[in-house]
């Protein structure tokens, strides 16, 4: 998470104004500003937490604009019709691609934090001064 930005979990100045104007505008707006302010840290933690997030985001956005593209799509030339949705066909798999490498990425940086917790493990098993053997 980057620390510099303006808008992250914590009593900010940021987040205290919009927690403010968000009760003034809509009370269940203030209330969630302040539930992002106390609460926003904690699930930043977990591992693929920003990840779901970012997928769940995206799934929303993309239902949103395949409906408003379905709505308008008609734009009286069927040539750039086709062209636009082959392009936007064409931006899916590049989508769907990146997705699966950044899920294959993660799944590599688990497996050598994994590799090295039990690498310090063993370290840890060897180095210990053996306390039955010294008891006996």
């Known amino acids: ?16 104004a919009l927690m403010v104007v968000g ?20 699930f930043t933690g977990y591992r693929d937490g920003n990840g779901v997030r970012d997928v769940m985001m995206w799934k ?11 709505r ?8 750039f019709d086709e062209w636009r ?8 798999r590049e989508r769907l691609k990146l997705e699966e490498m950044r899920q294959e990425f993660e799944s ?7 590799a090295k917790d039990q690498e310090e493990f063993d370290r840890f098993m060897r180095e210990r001064p053996m306390k039955g053997a010294d008891q006996g």
């Open 60 to 70: 929303c956005s993309h239902k949103r604009r395949r409906h408003h593209h379905r």
């Open 85 to 92: 949705q082959a392009e936007l066909d064409r931006l899916e």
């Open 23 to 42: 009760f003034m505008v809509f009370w269940p707006l203030g209330l969630a500003m302040l539930a992002y302010i106390l609460f926003g840290q904690k």
């Open 108 to 114: 590599y940086m688990y497996e050598l934090r994994r």
């Open 1 to 16: 998470m980057n620390q510099s930005a303006l808008l992250r979990p914590g009593w900010t100045p940021a987040t205290v």
């Open 72 to 79: 308008f799509s008609d734009s009286g030339n069927v040539a």
